[in-house]
């Protein structure tokens, strides 16, 4: 059987595929992790978060591909590592590629309790290191764009193959996600295109008018139109605290953004709890402070 699966074509795509859903399924584990433990501190997550990751993907790690010799986007894409491959093997291959992550992130504590002579030559040590893994992923990631196998280094230094789950089974490609999300941004460019173009001022104003709890102020208005500013006193646009406050011709004050920029939307504008229209830009005056 698993001199069969050798010679089965498997995909790059999927392989790619892959590693891409086992990231985005980690990150989702993590959020969600991170979520539970945050009434503990941002201060002790920050702390122990290398350690947090080190111990959630072996978790995952050990009770997927150890278990099944199949990630989680393994699964999803129908792949899984050759038959032959023990279990001991993934196991190492397991607390490898975990243990390296977790190494470079608490370099950092090693290199704090040498001496300064030590240290400078650690971190050159760890920047060429770095420097050289980067150029062998590169090296690999060519080479499998070449042969097809092994995406990753540590793949292919533990010799681990992806075969298909079924071998008589064709890659299964459905479109109506991908359609469904087309079709979603689609509307929501068109919704950002739009929306700035409807005034949404106007449409507030004219709803405004319609209610009975403002309908009732109307008959408590005078003819007065000093406006006196006091604390109390709220924009009768925006019903907050006004901003550079301004009347227009009634006892009510407005915001000076509010007042002009409803009054350039729409020059019949009137004010909402008294109906009073503004026949001229002139009307529109800085109310008294007390």
Known sequence: MAALNSDVYIPRISQLDAMFLDSEVYSLIKFQLLRCVRYFG???????????????????????VQKTKRSV???????????????????????????????????????????????????????VLEIAFQFIHVMNLLVFLHKGLYPTVAERLFRLRHVPSDPNTSRRISYAYFTRELLWHGFAELLGFILPLINIQYFHNAIKKFLPSLNE?????????????????????????????HGFGCQHIACYFCIYSSYASGPTFTCPLCNHQIESKVQITPANMS
């Not at 704090?112 to 240290?119: L, N």
């Open 42 to 64: 941002h201060g002790f997550v920050t702390r122990m978060e290398p350690e947090i990751d080190v111990a959630l993907k072996y978790i995952i790690l050990k009770y997927t």
């Open 73 to 127: 986007g393994q699964q999803l894409l129908q792949v899984n590592y050759q038959e032959g491959v023990s279990y001991r093997k993934l196991g190492n291959y397991i607390t490898v590629i975990v243990m390296v992550k977790w190494l470079k992130e608490r370099s950092s504590i090693v290199t704090s309790i040498v001496s300064h002579s030590v240290r400078e030559r650690m971190r050159e040590c760890i920047g």
């Open 217 to 245: 102020n109307q008959n408590d208005t005078t003819q007065e139109t000093d406006v006196n500013f006091i604390h109390s006193t709220t924009c009768v646009i925006c019903n907050k605290a006004p901003v550079l406050p």
